[in-house]
């Protein structure tokens, strides 16, 4: 059921492709529907693209290309700053339509648009900032100019689980760089995407620069895609099994390629560790996004001295949680995107428990309508449990305890992932030895939450290529030229 400012909102939000600057029914008229996980209901029905839509979106970035490249790093600065300033005044319709296709807390959502405009902003004043160098060679026969180029156009493909964010974490790079770009977001959460392209055209995004397909078959439109000549650069969020496939399909057209995948984040916490500071730490990592995070710790690795009062403290907090749909007052963890989701989280935490885990809290779906999973902790998971192998990506926190440092780093790095780590030590020069030690891409020293649209995010290992945000975003849509001229005396 949805109340009249959600039935609004709904109807404001565009049902069509959005290509070359125009609203666009799918080849044949087909569809596909948007469903809210909290009640399972169908909240909207929007166009389903084909292969043949998507060419036209990618006919659409390729044409835009040249004249988009050609405007001014102030231009297109510009454009991007009102498209900041435009997301402020719609943050509250942005962060209610995020609850309702996604399910997270409204508290949550409107942190996510704060965080996913901040790319907006970041990168509106990046723009301006890419330079190149001038210089002699080292024999003094030459000068050698540097200079930085957009791409060309740009596919992009997104997760459901940040429907905002992952959007913009893309778009907005690209665009200041001088890319077109063709993006694709998930069938789950669409109607992001789909709200704020009508606020990108808004903001004076010129015709084809930014294009929108939404697809129940995303394998079937995306590889013609990825395998037209025209295209420059492929930028995936996903999980990893996905972006493997999409590299190789990219290595025909040797692509640019841009992969943020998944991940498998040790928590570690050592027995000089502020307990306190540990545990907010573990709560915001764990529960943030119901647990549906690339960046959500998946296992907490204890000292064996305060492996009890941590799972003590924080099972007591977890039970002070309260479930809902993410528009109720008080609401902490909505949920899980899917059955799937649920049968996942259910079977991980049985196989632990087989296994000789202990369940302090929570363990199983709830039952109501909706996919909900209840928060939950474990703790003694054994070696070899499922668990500690896969992405969770549900509220679930699993515990277990090591004794000494060497043991703690190679817990930590037993895996093939390497997005982000957190550790939580008050010994500096310790934290000072995880920095070196640990295999991951951004680590937390003290803090359970490390996202920020002014740093280079992105993991080592299985979790990825390339980096997101930061100086370094911007790069990932420009390609270096180096020119040599003759010494002019
Ligand atoms: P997913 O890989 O199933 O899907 C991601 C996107 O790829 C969706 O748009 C989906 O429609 C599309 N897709 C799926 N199969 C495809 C194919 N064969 N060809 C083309 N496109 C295809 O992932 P998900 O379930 O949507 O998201 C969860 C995963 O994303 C987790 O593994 C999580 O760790 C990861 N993730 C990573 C980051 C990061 O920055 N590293 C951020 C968010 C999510």
Known sequence: ?????????????????????????????????????????????????????????????????????????????????????????????????????????????????????????????????????????????????????????????????????????????????????????????????????????????????????????????????????????????????????????????????????????????????????????????????IGQACTAANRFVVHRSVVDEFARRVTERVQGFSIGRGTEDGVTVGPLIDDRAVAKAAHLVEDAVKRGAQVRTGGSAVERPGTFFEPTVVTDVQPGSDILREEIFGPVLAIVSFDTEDEAVRIANDTEYGLVSYVFTENLARGQRMIERLETGMMGLNLGVVSNAAAPFGGWKMSGLGREGGAEGIHEYLQTKYTLTPNPY
Not at 81 to 87: I, M, P, S, V
Not at 134 to 147: C, F, K, L, Q, W
């Open 1 to 289: 059921m949805t109340d009249n400012r959600e039935t609004q909102l709904l109807a404001s939000v565009p049902n069509e492709l959005f290509i070359g600057g125009e609203w666009r029914a799918a080849e044949g008229g087909k569809t596909l529907t948007v469903s809210d996980p909290a009640t399972g209901d169908a909240v909207k029905a929007i166009a389903d693209a084909s292969p043949s839509d998507g060419k036209s979106a990618m006919d659409a970035a390729s044409d835009a290309f040249p004249a988009w490249a050609a405007t001014s790093a102030r231009e297109r600065s510009e454009i991007l700053r009102r498209a900041f300033d435009l997301l402020q005044e719609l943050k509250e319709d942005f962060a209610l339509l995020m609850t309702i296709e996604m399910g997270k807390p409204l508290a949550e959502a409107r942190g996510e648009v704060a965080y996913g405009g901040e790319f907006i902003r970041w990168f509106s004043e990046e723009a301006p900032r890419v330079q190149g160098r001038y210089g002699a060679n080292p024999e003094g026969t030459g000068r050698m100019i540097v200079s930085q180029h957009p791409v060309g156009p740009c596919f992009l493909i997104t997760p459901w689980n940040f429907p905002l964010a992952m959007a913009t974490r893309k778009i907005a790079p690209a665009l200041a760089a001088g890319c077109t770009v063709v993006i694709k977001p998930a069938a789950l959460t669409p109607l992001t995407t789909l709200f704020f392209a009508k606020l990108l055209d808004d903001a004076g995004v010129p015709k084809g620069v930014v294009n929108v397909i939404t697809t129940s078959t995303s394998s079937a439109v995306s590889e013609p895609i990825i395998r037209d000549p025209r295209l420059r650069k492929l930028s995936f969020t996903g999980s990893t099994p996905v972006g493997q496939a999409l590299l190789e399909q990219s290595a025909q057209g040797v692509l640019r390629t841009s992969m943020e995948l998944g991940g498998n984040a040790p928590f570690v916490v050592f027995e000089d560790a502020d307990l306190d500071k540990a545990v907010d730490g573990a709560l915001a990592t764990k529960f943030r996004n």
